[in-house]
């Protein structure tokens, strides 16, 4: 077993300028190739951040015995099929959230990554930062008490029609793109799937879904409320409201970049009001030390597949139920 990884990005995306720098301070992992789908910008890319290759078509990079590790921030709509590659190829994968656009699709990444023997690992950073991690044990620990709701939402202002946010063919929406973060968050603090969903949804003249709000609830009893939206200025909200208090995120999705910190803030029964600090650390390096431990140490990933499986099932019951008006049962 490699006791490094050797890394290659299939895309010039902007999206892969978060996860360039802590690829470099992470210690065991290098980053080496890039790919993109011409020549031009591919050798612009990599003599822009100094990686030694690149690459023509994401298939030629795929080809290179060297390349351990492949991070995939490719449109939604292609994720399944670059992955399956890439798992074919026998590289581990860090693929962007939504890891799948359905539940099959998920099944099928997963049994590639099984049958080849490597990683998949959906890139939900802010499920492996030491801020979720603390949350969920003040929680467990019964800071807060029984948890009766949860709250999240994650919007900004989109206005480009071309942005592939907003291309219904390629995966867009605001759920998927922004709002799959509170889903999340819902879930890793009800430890389930949703029992039934309700949701509403606002489109846009190409009837692409730019604003919505949703509700689930949990067999346990917790309730859970969620928006997200391209239609709104940027927000970004996260609480657990339980029987005696109140844990707040300040910045529960991006913790610990362009100057944003991390913590938690406890209300408690009396009204007073303190903050938990939390370690710092870039989330992005966060989800490749996860990469990390379970290509080269056999652990396992702070965030599953069968979690992964379980918000993209979630995120189809929303919009079934934004698309019929009633609410959807989830089969348990």
Not at 6 to 17: F, M, N, Y
Not at 266 to 284: C, G, M, N
Request: aromatic letters at 6%; charged letters at 20%.
């Amino acid at each position: 077993m490699p006791k490094q990884l050797t890394w290659g990005i299939l895309s010039t995306a902007r999206i892969t300028r978060r996860l360039i720098p802590p690829l470099a301070e992470a210690k065991r992992s290098t980053l080496k190739a890039v790919a993109g789908r011409n020549s031009d910008s591919a050798r612009k890319f990599a003599e822009k951040w100094r990686i030694p290759r690149a690459y023509t078509g994401y298939e030629a990079l795929l080809a290179d015995p060297d390349i351990d590790a492949v991070y995939i921030p490719l449109p939604n709509s292609l994720h399944r099929d670059w992955v399956i590659k890439a798992a074919r190829a026998g590289k581990h994968i860090l693929c962007e959230k939504p890891l799948a656009l359905t539940v099959t699709e998920v099944d099928e990444m997963t049994q590639a990554a099984q049958a080849n023997g490597v990683v998949l690992l959906e890139a939900f950073m802010y499920r492996m930062h030491p801020q979720l991690v603390a949350l969920r044990q003040h929680v467990a620990a019964g800071l807060i008490g029984a948890v009766q709701m949860v709250k999240a939402g994650f919007s900004f202002t989109l206005t480009d029609d071309s942005n592939i946010r907003l291309q219904k063919s390629l995966g867009g929406g605001s759920l998927w793109d922004v709002g799959c973060y509170p889903v999340s968050f819902a879930q890793a603090i009800a430890g389930a799937d949703p029992v039934e969903v309700f949701g509403r949804q606002r489109l846009n003249q190409n009837g692409v879904e730019t604003g919505f709000a949703g509700q689930m609830r949990y067999a346990g009893g917790i309730i859970a409320q969620i928006d997200s939206g391209f239609d709104m200025p940027f927000r970004a909200e996260a609480e657990i409201i339980g029987a005696t208090g109140v844990l707040r995120l300040p910045n529960p999705w991006i913790p610990d970049v362009e100057n944003r910190g991390s913590g938690i803030i406890h209300l408690a029964a009396d009204d007073t009001e303190t903050v938990i600090p939390t370690p710092s650390k870039d989330p992005y390096l966060c989800e490749i030390e996860a990469l990390e431990a379970a290509a080269l140490d056999g652990r396992p990933a702070p965030y599953t597949l069968p979690e992964t499986r379980g918000n993209i099932a979630t995120i189809n019951a929303l919009y079934r139920s934004a698309n019929s008006g009633r609410v959807v049962l989830l089969n348990q």
